[in-house]
């Protein structure tokens, strides 16, 4: 008999959705699957107020399919330019429900990024006022500091006193690679918590760069060696409350990709709970996937769990080379191979 795995409906608490042509394309695998995501600003213009981001949500739900009731979570951009009042406007409408720290520089699109770290306790006070978390990309930007220390190094110079100043602040460390910031999190009050991706749960460095440059599974924070990647399934295994889906999906056509200078950034939200399901089945726990997956984020943001399910039938399927991106291709993790779970629609 085919092996069958009901849960309670997801939610994605990390994605990029980008905007314009390429919404047709990224925006229906996501609604299909999960309840609800949290939806990065990183645009182009980023999305810094209450107005930018209820245009934007509306872009993406005109490309909601008819059969999904999927609500996208708003979230603003922090730039050096974002007030205490902009931050109650935008909490005011119902829609935005966090605030994300991109250090300048940092990731993709992030040049409009803080610059001055220094205006984050005013920004954390009026958040911690509205009951809003800080979602942060955390990685220093010192030219000095090496790509695989910078989000060791951000946790200590930034993220550990900011936390220590603001005890009540909800705080998302996002997409965390390393054991220390799996320290870090589990150290903190039930106030603190982190998405974890599928690649960095299922790649570590050699990876992407043994026997040659993959670049599709060139990221930020970049794969880090394979004793942080354990830690972060250790993280998963332990079944802890403070670690939650956020696929940071984040789609770049495939000539972006394969470039001399190629953007970082991994396409999973094609095939997002399949994927963790497997990893989870790999890693002996596929019983704790559906609190991963549907009641840690829910909990965490003060969100009703989803009160419908999905179901996942154990039938291998391939994953295409490419798929439609707008007017352009992308190429997804794990393109060309076979996937061992399958969404029943
Ligand atoms: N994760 C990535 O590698 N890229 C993200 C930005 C981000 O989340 O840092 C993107 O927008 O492309
Ligand atoms: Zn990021
Ligand atoms: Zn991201």
Redesign the pocket.
């Known amino acids: 008999m085919t092996q069958r795995l009901t849960l309670t409906r997801p939610d994605d608490w990390?994605i990029?959705l980008?905007d314009g042509e390429v919404l047709q394309h990224v925006v229906p695998p996501t609604a299909m699957q999960m309840g609800r995501a949290i939806v990065?600003p990183?645009l182009k213009p980023p999305v810094t107020d209450a107005k930018l981001a209820l245009a934007y949500y509306d872009r993406i739900l005109a490309q909601r399919p008819a059969s999904s009731q999927f609500e996208p979570l708003m979230t603003l951009y922090l730039t050096d330019n974002t007030t205490p009042e902009v931050i109650a406007e935008a909490a005011a409408t119902g829609k935005v429900v966090a605030v994300k720290l991109?250090p300048a520089g940092?990731?993709?699109?992030?040049d409009s990024g803080l610059t001055d770290l220094s205006k984050l306790d005013e920004i954390c006070a009026a958040l911690t006022e509205a009951g809003m978390p800080l979602l942060v990309?955390g990685e220093v930007t010192h030219h000095h500091v090496d790509i695989f220390d910078r989000e060791k190094e951000f946790l200590d110079e930034i993220l550990s006193p900011l936390a220590a100043r603001h005890p009540k602040l909800k705080l998302v460390v996002?997409?965390i690679t390393t054991k220390d910031a799996v320290e870090f999190v589990q150290s903190q009050g039930a106030n603190v918590g982190a998405t974890i991706?599928v690649q960095h749960l299922a790649y570590n460095r050699n990876h992407m760069l043994v026997g040659g440059i993959r670049p599709h599974l060139?990221?930020?924070?970049v794969l880090k060696r394979n004793l942080h990647q354990q830690a972060l399934q250790e993280a998963v295994i332990s079944g802890s409350p403070k670690f939650f889906l956020g696929t940071?999906s984040?789609?770049?056509a495939k000539g972006a990709k394969e470039s001399a200078c190629g953007?970082?950034?991994?396409y999973s939200a094609y095939a997002a709970i399949e994927l963790y399901a497997e990893i989870f089945e790999d890693l002996g726990v596929l019983e704790k996937l559906e609190a991963f997956a549907s009641f840690h984020g829910a909990d965490f943001y003060g969100k009703p769990r989803n009160r419908d399910q999905i179901t996942l039938v154990k039938e291998s399927w391939q994953v295409p080379d490419e798929m439609p991106f707008g007017q352009d291709i992308i190429v997804p993790l794990r393109a060309g191979e076979t996937l061992r779970w399958k969404l029943e629609r």
């Open positions: 990390h990029h980008r990065m990183n991109y940092a990731t993709t699109n992030s990309h996002e997409h991706t060139f990221c930020l924070p940071d984040a789609p770049h953007c970082a950034g991994c």
